[in-house]
């Protein structure tokens, strides 16, 4: 598929204790992720060229995250690579008394540091049809909110598009002060992926109101509920505007099985920006983002594995996405 997807975002160290709590823990598995990352490793997997913009220490931590992205085939040539701190976070997956819980050690990493001078953009947007990044970037320090809305303002001076997900992390900030600095990437934004209540909390809006404020082209909602420990359902609602008309699609309600919790809304972007750029109607680019989701809570780890034939099948499996 012509042109690079690339995206901004932290990676890190994953270390999760399972079923039992982090305090009970005596050793952890181990793996890499982050939100960016893995929707550029579904991106990948779909048949897309993808390109990896973050910050990792010079360490081996750094080199095995670097492997693990290649892994996937995305290009890392233009990540920076210099210092000793990575980002690491701490999951639990909780029980059906107990919650999932998850503890971040990410101020002072390498991604953090990052400032406008660390990019060469020409570089960096040579070839590119999309940029992605999600609100956790704006989130971590000044310099890499300010790197942010470099990033996304060279984009749009290059006539690209970009892509944006709310990601809200209450660990990391506030709701307020989060939606002061969203609103300057939703103005900007073509695709818009959020959630119902998003648009509540950050924009005091909602999707009868919306498209009087803001004039992204795509506005995607997906609501997730969860009915049991390991049982989810998700709701989905795609807006399309096309010059001054708005087109929508309300998918029905569809239920599946949990034994992963995170990654899925990072499979759900993937699915749904590959369905965009395939050229994909709404109710079908939906459809397999609901299925590329659900599909991800049956995968260990943070980043799905898995092709586009694999979610069709999958989608195959729910009758309400037929």
């Given amino acids: 598929m012509n042109g690079k997807i690339t995206a901004y975002g932290e990676i890190m160290l994953r270390l999760s204790a399972g079923d039992v709590g982090i305090a009970d823990a005596k050793a952890f598995d181990a793996c890499y992720g982050g939100t960016e990352c893995n929707v550029l490793a579904c991106l990948s997997q779909f048949g ?5 913009l973050t910050a990792l220490p010079q360490t081996e931590l750094g080199t095995a995250a670097i492997n693990h992205i290649k892994s996937f085939n995305i290009d890392t040539s233009d990540i920076v690579v210099r210092g000793d701190v990575m980002g690491i976070y701490f999951v639990e997956n909780g029980t059906g008394s107990r919650g999932s819980n998850v503890i971040y050690m990410r101020r002072f990493s390498e991604f953090t540091r990052l400032n406008d001078g660390d990019f060469d953009y020409d570089k960096v947007f040579d070839g590119v049809k999309l940029f992605h990044m999600s609100g956790i970037s704006l989130a971590l320090s000044e310099s ?15 006539g690209i598009k970009v892509s944006f997900d709310f990601n ?11 939606g002061q600095y969203f609103r300057p990437i939703i103005d900007k934004a073509d695709i818009v992926l959020a959630s119902t209540l998003d648009l509540t ?3 005091n809006t909602d999707e009868k109101d919306y498209y009087k404020t803001y004039n992204n082209e795509y506005l995607i909602l997906r ?10 359902s998700v709701k989905v609602a795609v807006y399309h505007k096309d010059g001054k008309s708005v087109q929508s699609y ?11 919790k995170i990654g899925g809304g990072d499979a759900f972007d993937g699915g749904m920006l ?3 750029l395939s050229g994909k109607n709404i109710k079908s680019a939906a ?8 599909l991800k809570h049956k995968i260990s780890g943070d980043t799905f594995t898995g092709t586009a034939a694999d979610v069709e099948n999958y989608r195959a499996d729910f009758e309400d996405l037929k």
Wanted: aromatic letters at 12%.
């Fill in 48 to 52: 897309h060229d993808t390109k990896y």
């Fill in 144 to 158: 890499s909110r300010n790197l942010a809305y470099k990033l996304v303002d060279e984009a749009k001076r290059r």
């Fill in 168 to 178: 809200y992390r209450a660990k990391l900030w506030d709701t307020t002060t989060a």
């Fill in 201 to 203: 909390t950050f924009l």
């Fill in 223 to 232: 609501d997730r509920k969860i009915l049991s420990a390991n049982k989810h």
């Fill in 250 to 260: 309300h998918s029905p309600t569809v239920e599946f099985d949990v034994s992963e």
């Fill in 274 to 276: 590959h369905a965009i």
């Fill in 287 to 294: 459809q397999f983002a609901i299925a590329a989701f659900a």
